[in-house]
């Protein structure tokens, strides 16, 4: 069966300094993959996703972006956090293509940026 | 671009009776609808999706809903609901076999009272 792991599960950071979050993958081969972030427990903003290697798409212009090295392996990162950038990020993956087939999430990360 | 929206941000019901959770969608073309359940601090999990075929879809956990095209409509609903449903619920859609780009509700909040 597949299993999508999230790291950290929560994670304060002070305004200014760097970010890393990882997901990954375990189970099947060529998902693709999804960022998203989640602000006081209510809807969801699509960030990234990503349909293989090296392949990533951006929703919104911000501060944060995407790589993908291998192939169920997702991160997203930021050189200098802002406090807005505090949220439940959740990482998910589908089996390609996606219109026809349902997400899986990640148990999320909790980030405060103070 | 494709839409869902869901009218209600709360949702109150009394354990046993029935429940409905509404949402209604906006697309160009024929639309592939998903519905989610989110538990606190916790990542969406699937609960049933709409394809193609019979407009009544069942689902995990006793739910299912039934995809209306004359009104738009993709309601997620319960005979008898338990506590334990209280919970965060997101309509999806997507647009196409091909698409890669999930559109997500803002949620509705879900309580069940004894």
């Known amino acids: 069966s597949q299993t999508i792991h999230q790291w950290p599960a929560t994670l304060v950071q002070p305004v200014g300094s760097p970010l890393s979050l990882e997901c990954t993958v375990e189970?099947?081969?060529?998902?693709?993959l999804y960022w998203y972030r989640q602000a006081a427990g209510r809807g969801l903003q699509l960030l990234f996703y990503?349909?293989?290697?090296?392949?990533i798409s951006s929703e919104v212009p911000q501060n944060l972006s995407a790589s993908r090295p291998q192939d169920r392996q997702f991160i997203l990162s930021s050189k200098k956090l802002l406090l807005s950038d505090s949220g439940f990020y959740l990482c998910?993956?589908?089996?390609?293509?996606?219109?026809?087939?349902?997400?899986?999430f990640g148990p999320g990360t909790r980030l405060t940026v103070t | 671009a494709q839409s869902v929206a869901q009218p209600e941000d709360q949702v109150n019901v009394a354990e046993g009776n029935p429940l409905t959770v509404k949402c209604t969608y906006s697309?160009?073309?024929?639309?592939?609808l998903f519905w989610y359940v989110q538990y606190p601090n916790r990542g969406l999990q699937f609960l049933l999706k709409?394809?193609?075929?019979?407009?009544l879809v069942k689902g995990s956990y006793g739910f299912e809903a039934e995809f209306n095209k004359s009104q738009t409509s993709f309601h997620l609903k319960k005979p008898s609901a338990l506590v334990s449903d209280s919970a965060l619920y997101f309509c999806?859609?997507?647009?196409?076999?091909?698409?890669?780009?999930?559109?997500f509700g803002a949620g509705t909040r879900l309580t069940v009272k004894p």
């Open positions: 697309v160009s073309g024929n639309p592939y």
């Open positions: 189970g099947t081969s060529n998902p693709n």
């Open positions: 998910a993956w589908s089996a390609q293509p996606v219109g026809a087939y349902e997400q899986y």
């Open positions: 709409y394809i193609t075929g019979d407009n």
């Open positions: 999806a859609v997507t647009l196409g076999y091909n698409n890669n780009d999930m559109r």
């Open positions: 990503s349909v293989g290697i090296g392949q």
